[in-house]
């Protein structure tokens, strides 16, 4: 009898401390069981999950970008002596500093090739002594390279600042070497040239399209630029040439008007930006 009420004893001991913990550890429950936080009620898997924050881009990724350009242009010239035709392909990387939503300031280096052939015109004396106007073939490539700096001005953005309007003026200087293929260079330009230098500053609109954050396409308008252009040529037989320019469209208003078309008349040049 004595045994029977210890064991009765045990067993009402055990039921009333498995209560008690159920009641004190709502997790006891398993899953489904609800945990109260400040007021809050939370699931348990609420209780150990958590969202994880967006990670800010660095400051130098926003406003650090480079860049590819490239410049394609068919060349016709003309006047009373000479004709030309030629081609120019030039390769321009690029890398740019975002000092403001609204100015960039950058620097290209870039290469180029070049391949023009010129009929020249001259009086000459045939062998009868007869006075006669010759006319000689010469075909010349060029291999250049440049540098410019450049701050680049937004002007306006359309179609919810997708498409910007920007001012770009940039100074540039470069080297160019020709390599005469055929012909006669005697009283030609190219009658002992070494090479040139370019230099000069120039303003002219940009046109972009930005994909998204990370890339843009951007296009020249050359063709509407102004400025200030400058050439010396270094001779192996002679002295040096000067010669200068003032840029009005594309260099020469002047031969335009008369119909006399310019390099990079027929070119286009443009660009992709990236971020990184």
């Not at 081609?87 to 290209?108: D, F, N």
């Not at 001779?235 to 006399?260: C, H, M, T, V």
Request: glycine letters at 8%.
């Amino acid at each position: 009898m004595h045994k029977i009420t210890l064991l009765i004893a045990a067993v009402v001991l055990s039921v009333t401390t498995a209560t008690a913990q159920s009641e004190s550890d709502p997790l006891a429950t398993g899953v489904g069981g609800v945990v109260t936080v400040v007021g809050e009620t939370q699931t348990p898997a609420d209780s150990v999950s958590a969202e994880v924050p967006e990670k800010p881009i660095p400051l130098w990724k926003q406003k650090l970008y480079y860049g590819y350009n490239f410049d394609i242009y068919w060349h016709h010239d003309s006047n009373r002596n000479t004709k030309e035709n030629g081609w120019s392909i030039a390769l321009e990387p690029e890398i740019g500093w975002k000092l403001k939503e609204r100015v960039y300031l950058g620097l290209r280096v870039g290469g180029s090739f070049q391949d023009i052939w010129s009929s020249y015109s001259r009086a000459g004396l045939d062998a009868n002594l007869n006075e006669k106007t010759f006319t000689e073939d010469l075909r010349v490539m060029h291999g250049s390279w440049s540098v410019t700096p450049y701050v680049r001005y937004r002007l306006k953005t359309l179609f919810n600042d997708k498409v910007g309007i920007w001012l770009e003026a940039h100074l540039y200087t470069g080297m160019e070497f020709p390599r005469v293929v055929t012909g006669d260079v005697t009283d030609t330009e190219f009658d002992g040239l070494k090479y040139s230098v370019t230099y000069g500053v120039q303003v002219s609109p940009v046109i972009t399209y930005q994909f998204n954050r990370r890339s843009t396409f951007q296009v020249f308008f050359s063709i509407m630029s102004f400025g200030y252009s400058g050439t010396t040529r270094l001779y192996a037989n002679g002295p040096n040439e000067y010669s200068n320019d003032i840029i009005i469209f594309s260099g020469k208003l002047r031969n335009l008007l008369a119909n006399q078309f310019t390099p990079g008349l027929y070119g286009l040049k443009f660009g992709i930006q990236k971020s990184f």
